[in-house]
């Protein structure tokens, strides 16, 4: 079955350096990869989508790449600051019906 | 004022209740849909809606109904409320016209079943 992995373990990362976290899947060929931030107590926000044909998506401090063969995303922040602080969510499409399939999210901690 | 609202924000009812949750959005969307998240797990389709007339199941539809009453009214219902049930619902909309496929997301509902 299709399977999305995220790091469950809390990311903590020193105020300015980059943070980076990760996105593997498997039994899945998606044809584009998104990325969201989630706060405590509120719903998702966009932040990049990535297509299959893509390797590497900028947005501002953000940068997303896509590897196809290694079935991994990976989603960097550069100069990162306290209020990145966060869960970051990964989904991928199921390529029919635009339905999306979502990992667990990675908690990201920046300390001052 | 918030593109995707829900209401209520925070529900506790007790087992085998029947309750409502909606779901407005003022985005022109035609896709809708509602999920549920659990601690530790994805987010988790319950059931997605591309126009008022077409209402499709997700993977975890058992125990649940939806009504799209208008483009932009999309509500869950809870036929006989369990504890098992008791998560964060979050409505979401999307407009795949726009080429982005992005989905926003409403602020969820606290429900607890008792």
């Known amino acids: 079955s299709q399977k999305i992995e995220q790091n469950s373990e809390a990311l903590n990362i020193q105020e300015g350096k980059t943070a980076t976290l990760t996105c593997n899947y498997t039994?899945?060929?998606?044809?584009?990869l998104q990325w969201y931030r989630q706060d405590p107590g509120r719903g998702p926000v966009f932040l990049l989508l990535i297509r299959e044909n893509e390797k590497e998506k900028r947005k501002e401090r953000l940068k997303v790449t896509f590897d196809t063969t290694l079935k991994q995303s990976l989603f960097h922040i550069t100069a990162s600051q306290p209020a990145d602080s966060a869960t970051y969510l990964c989904?991928?499409?199921?390529?029919?019906?635009?339905?999306?399939?979502w990992g667990a999210g990675t908690k990201l901690i920046i300390k001052p | 004022d918030a593109d995707v609202t829900q209401t209520p924000r925070n529900r506790i009812t007790k087992t085998g209740k029947r309750i409502m949750l909606e779901c407005s959005q003022t985005k022109g969307h035609d896709r809708m849909y509602w999920y549920r998240q659990d601690p530790g797990l994805g987010l988790q389709l319950i059931y997605y809606s591309f126009d008022v007339k077409d209402i499709n199941k997700g993977e975890i539809s058992d125990g649940y109904s939806v009504s799209r009453q208008a483009q932009a009214k999309f509500s869950l219902s809870l036929e006989s409320a369990i504890p098992n049930q008791t998560a964060l619902y979050f409505c979401?909309?999307?407009?795949?016209?726009?080429?982005?496929?992005?989905?926003?997301f409403g602020p969820g509902t606290r429900l607890t079943v008792l």
């Open positions: 979401a909309t999307s407009d795949p016209r726009q080429g982005t496929y992005e989905q926003f």
């Open positions: 989904a991928l499409d199921r390529r029919s019906n635009y339905q999306l399939i």
């Open positions: 039994n899945y060929s998606p044809a584009y």
